[in-house]
């Protein structure tokens, strides 16, 4: 389905974004590997290649216009085109309003939203020439209902949501279909972080367990297959919305 497609997926260092380069590269893409931490991206490279596919990696501080323009370029350079951009890069940012500094604001917002405009903006005219592209954007449940604590994080992934419908109402004459997805608890480094910050992890992570309906973190794996799905042309009239995955966290928490 994806047999020599371009794919640019950020944070491709770990977890999510990681997972996704395996499943698309299992799919028959070439996937572009962007991240800021440069070990990583080699370890994702490597487990792409050991996987069979192809890929090439690209360390970026996705903050940064420049950073982020002469990636795409030298995707544009290498590859000839560009088919679906996954905006995964993000960061977690602990603390209230009152606590927060502004520096931690700011990197937050930065990199989870301030990111996936910038790629989506250089990526735009490439992804238009192929009259059936595909971008997936990274949001959160905690876009959806917020969180204590979290006011950086959580804002910027609310802001993910909307961008997402604009973008989908801007590309859908040019075949570029937007979508995003909302995990919630998935075994990934910046869990398990926000676990290993917290003097007692087992009661920690048993507690979040015992809130889960369906009894289980979930697996970036599992957020990968979804992405896979609205890349692809089995969501060809899919666009403007997003899919929460979350073992069905949000829902049990709205229906009270």
């Known amino acids: 389905m994806f047999k020599d497609k371009v794919i640019i997926v950020t944070g491709a ?12 590269a299992a799919a028959g893409a070439i ?3 962007v991240d ?19 890929s090439s990696k690209f ?3 996705v903050s940064k216009k420049q950073q982020v323009h002469d990636c795409i370029d030298a995707v544009i350079d290498t590859y000839g085109k560009l088919d679906v951009l996954v905006n995964n890069a993000g960061v977690n940012a602990d603390g209230t309003v009152a606590e927060l500094s502004e520096d931690d604001w700011d990197r937050a917002i930065d990199v989870n939203l301030k990111s996936v405009y910038l790629f989506c903006h250089g990526a735009w005219p490439h992804l238009q020439k192929q009259k059936n592209s595909a971008i997936v954007n990274m949001s959160s449940i905690m876009g959806i209902v917020g969180g204590a604590g979290a006011p950086a994080y959580c804002s910027a992934k609310a802001a993910i949501l909307m961008l997402t419908r604009c973008l989908a109402k801007d590309g859908a004459k040019d075949g570029i279909r937007v979508n995003a997805v909302c995990p919630g608890y998935i075994d990934t480094p910046i869990l398990r972080q926000g676990f290993e910050d917290d003097s007692n992890f087992e009661k920690l992570k048993q507690a979040v367990i015992n809130n889960q309906p369906m009894g289980r973190i979930g697996t970036p794996q599992e957020v990968a297959k979804a992405i896979l799905f609205l890349a692809s042309d089995n969501a060809s009239f899919i666009s403007g919305t997003s899919l929460t995955i979350d073992g069905a966290l949000t829902a049990t928490q709205i229906d009270g």
């Open 13 to 24: 260092a770990s977890g999510i974004g990681r997972a996704c380069a395996l499943e698309f």
């Open 31 to 33: 996937i572009c590997l």
């Open 36 to 54: 800021i931490y440069t070990d990583g991206l080699a370890q994702t490279e490597k487990m792409v290649s050991e996987f069979g596919g192809t």
């Open 59 to 61: 360390t970026v501080d």
